[in-house]
């Protein structure tokens, strides 16, 4: 686990690229009505361009599913807002946090 910056969360591996699974406050102050973020790096973990390339949908959806976020730790991450039930049990609420992505594009 990893605190501090204004999120609390763990580095995950999403394919091949990076990632970052987070309670993001400032994200979710400036971004979104979320505090759940899913961050993700090029394998390098030094930029975006390739997810960002693969996702670019999402950032053209209204509201936007994903930022470009400069403020990282590695610097240049993709941010996917993951946006909870209302009201669910915690486990029903991480299964279904785990499984937004599958409706993401696809390489």
Not at 23 to 35: D, I, N, V
Not at 57 to 70: H, I, K, T, V, W
Request: net charge positive.
């Amino acid at each position: 686990m990893v605190n501090g910056h204004g999120c609390h969360g763990r580095y995950v591996r999403v394919g091949s690229a990076g990632g970052f699974v987070a309670c993001g406050l400032r994200k979710w102050m400036a971004w979104r009505a979320t505090p759940f973020w899913l961050t993700l790096w090029d394998p390098s973990w030094r930029s975006c361009q390739e997810v960002r390339s693969l996702l670019r949908d999402l950032e053209g959806r209204s509201p936007p599913g994903l930022f470009a976020d400069e403020r990282g730790t590695f610097g240049g991450g993709a941010s996917v807002p993951l946006i909870p039930f209302l009201n669910a049990e915690a486990s029903a609420l991480v299964l279904e946090l785990a499984t937004q992505g599958r409706s993401w594009p696809r390489g």
